[in-house]
């Protein structure tokens, strides 16, 4: 039996700023072929805490929705925003990335004073701050970022599956499975889908 893998482990988060406006941010949707990159700021009350906040992905889809709510009651301010699919056939999805998150900022009903970004760059923000490797797991406002904007993207897609059942998308979210791609051959790309991206691209090709 293998031996189990240890948990990794993150150097301690050094953070430039003590006050309280301290914004957390993340995105989901940059992998999938279909819809809007999503990205979400969450300044937490740090009266109030939230348990079990953590990178959305190692959370059931029940439980990221109970913390939705939460955070939306008890954090001080938060906004989700996107980029459409088309700006991210304009832009690129890394460009896309940066303009959702610095929407989701500017969109804060309170104003933030330092970002933490998960990743390793920047969105371009006026506001100073830092990029934070894996930050999903190393802070709770980015970890509160990641579960608001996977919620909402999750919410997209199953609108999206709703009116296209046929493409699975309440199951695979856009990523570029098995079920999707051979989805993709059969019925062909829907406006919805990223122009950019190669299996879609390859498929207008074909269909055109």
Same mark, same amino acid.
């Given at each position: 039996m293998p031996a189990k893998r240890a948990p990794q482990t993150y150097p301690e988060l050094v953070i430039d700023y003590h006050g309280e406006r301290l914004a957390g941010v993340?995105?989901?949707?940059?992998g999938p072929l279909v819809g809007a990159?999503?990205? @979400? @700021?969450?300044?937490?009350?740090?009266?109030?805490?939230i348990d079990g906040l953590t990178d959305s992905k190692r959370l059931s889809a029940a439980r990221r929705e109970a913390l939705d709510l939460r955070i939306r009651e008890q954090a001080l301010a938060f906004a989700v925003a996107e980029a459409t699919t088309e700006e991210i056939d304009q832009l690129n999805i890394y460009h896309a990335t940066h303009l959702a998150?610095?929407?989701?900022?500017? @969109?804060?009903?309170?104003?933030?004073?330092?970002?933490?970004?998960?990743?390793?760059?920047?969105?371009?923000?006026?506001c100073p701050g830092q990029a934070v490797v894996k930050g999903d797991l190393r802070h709770p406002a980015i970890s509160a970022a990641s579960i608001l904007a996977k919620v909402a993207r999750d919410a997209q897609m199953a609108e999206l599956d709703a009116r296209h059942p046929e493409y699975g998308f309440a199951r695979h979210k856009g990523y570029p499975t098995r079920e999707h791609l051979d989805a993709l051959?059969?019925?062909?790309?829907?406006a919805a889908?990223?122009?950019?991206?190669?299996p879609v691209r390859e498929q207008l090709a074909l269909f055109s």
């Open positions: 993340d995105e989901v949707g940059r990159v999503v990205a @979400a @700021a969450v300044i937490l009350d740090p009266a109030r805490p998150m610095r929407r989701a900022i500017d @969109a804060l009903p309170l104003a933030a004073e330092y970002l933490l970004v998960d990743g390793n760059r920047l969105p371009g923000h006026a051959v059969r019925w062909g790309p829907l889908h990223r122009r950019s991206f190669a």
